[in-house]
């Protein structure tokens, strides 16, 4: 068991004035494998301060030092990347296989190309007799989540830091282990003190106080909509820079021009990867209606396959969500469903067979889902496929964009200038054409409910400027 007893501020583990510690669950074993302290207002002021005194230095550090430091960084979680696996694996439930290839692989990654892309950022610019500069935007406090925990840490601090920025993070106090691991190797990266600060603690208590702080210039959080609209209102009060990637119902559409054979496993891929837990989830499969029967039989063949089991059994490809409370908000969407009308196909609501404890969901899949059904509507983060049949095109676009997200989606043609132009119909910040793999150095970000700005590549990376106009200065 690991008891973490301490946060990362000014370049130094100091005991947090929280008096209380929250226990760290295995969801697969319902064990307590650890615990952290549940931070306070006053962590969050002296990790703010600590921000505040290191940013001019900081903020004044060459580029290339600065990129030079994210790189150690990066050097650093390669080498404990094991270890790392082992822990995101142990407090959410993510596969290990996939924990090593994903929940590891996206984090090195986005050290990388962080750096690569500040290598390339022009940061000034001339216009008439006006020089426009772009200047790090302040103290950042970033706020992250547990699904990918370790990736949405990366997303967020490596571009700050490449950018001049200073930094104070709280992740989920559902994966606090990860980050402490993370605060370690930056402090041996040798990054100066207060450049790089950790609060662990509850959304209530720390990230409230660090949305709210006057010293705070930018927030940067992923999570749930609601929550977001929580930040969006505390931020208003100081009218600082706010930078939101939240939630999504993701539509997939296939055409019909495809042969389901060779995409089905994709599509199931889609909704079912990380036990669904992905904001970028495509969680409604849109059929032609002519095809409807033919996709219901492959998927669910498709989903039998999402073998349930121990996240650290190879053969697993289904882990358990992350809590037994996340495990119940799930199965309340499957018993809406089945309640709603939706044709069960596979799964239900019940513990998967064999499954004493954990918080496991089956793999499951509706058919003759309606557009208005709450699981067709509602972020389910489970393993939970809708299959909802269309008549045309036009019909698939209309009940895409019939949603109050637009963070991602799909389109499966044959004829890739089709699955183009449907592509650009759909209201959303991404749309992924064929299965194409993730590019985490185009942007990311949602339309509607599901955000504001964009992280990843250098779209993410300028989100923690400001630009200055030198009106004369040439």
Known sequence: MKQQDAIYVDGEWIRSSGTEFIPVVNPASEEVIGHAPAGSPADVGRAVAAARRAFAGWAATPVAER??????????????????????????????????????????????????AMETLALEEVIGDTLVVREPVGVVSAITPWNFPLHQITAKVAP??????????????????????????????????????????????????????????????????????????????????????????????????????????????????????????????????????EMEQQ?????????????????????????????????????????????????????????????????????????????????????????IPYDDVDDAVRIANDSDYGLSGGVWSADRARAQATARRIRTGQVVINGAPLNLEAPFGGYKMSGLGREYGRYGLEEFFEVKSLQGAM
């Open 299 to 387: 998927i669910a063949l498709a989903a039998q396959a999402w073998t349930v089991g121990d996240p650290h059994d190879p053969a697993t490809k289904l882990g358990p969500v992350a809590s037994l409370l996340q495990q119940q908000r799930v199965r309340g969407f499957i018993e809406s469903g089945v309640q709603q009308g939706a044709r069960l196909l596979l799964g239900g609501a019940g513990q998967p067979e064999g499954m004493a404890r954990g918080a496991y969901v089956r793999p499951t899949v509706f058919t003759d889902v309606r557009p208005e059904m709450l699981i067709a509507r509602e972020e389910i983060f489970g393993p939970v496929l809708s299959i």
């Open 67 to 116: 990129i030079a430091a994210v790189d150690r960084v990066r050097e650093g979680v390669l080498r404990r990347s094991e270890e790392l696996a082992l822990l995101v694996t142990s407090q959410m439930g993510s596969p290990l296989a996939f924990s090593r290839l994903a929940q590891l692989g996206l984090p090195v990654k986005n050290l990388n190309i962080a750096a690569r």
């Open 160 to 293: 700050a830091l490449v950018a001049g920025c200073t930094v104070v993070l709280k992740p989920s106090e559902i994966t606090p282990l990860d980050a402490c691991v993370f605060a370690e190797i930056v402090h041996e990266a040798g990054l100066p003190a207060g450049v790089f600060n950790l609060v662990l603690g509850t959304g209530m208590n720390v990230g409230e106080a660090m949305v709210r702080h006057p010293d705070v210039d930018m927030v940067s959080f992923t999570g749930s909509t609601r929550a977001g609209q929580r930040v969006a209102e505390a931020a208003a009060a100081t009218l600082k820079k706010v930078a939101l990637e939240l939630g999504g119902k993701s539509a997939n559409i296939v055409l019909d021009d495809v042969d389901l054979d060779s995409i089905v496993a994709t599509v199931v891929k889609q909704g079912y990867a990380n036990s669904g837990q992905a904001c970028a989830c495509l969680s409604r499969v849109l059929v032609p209606r002519s095809r409807q029967g």
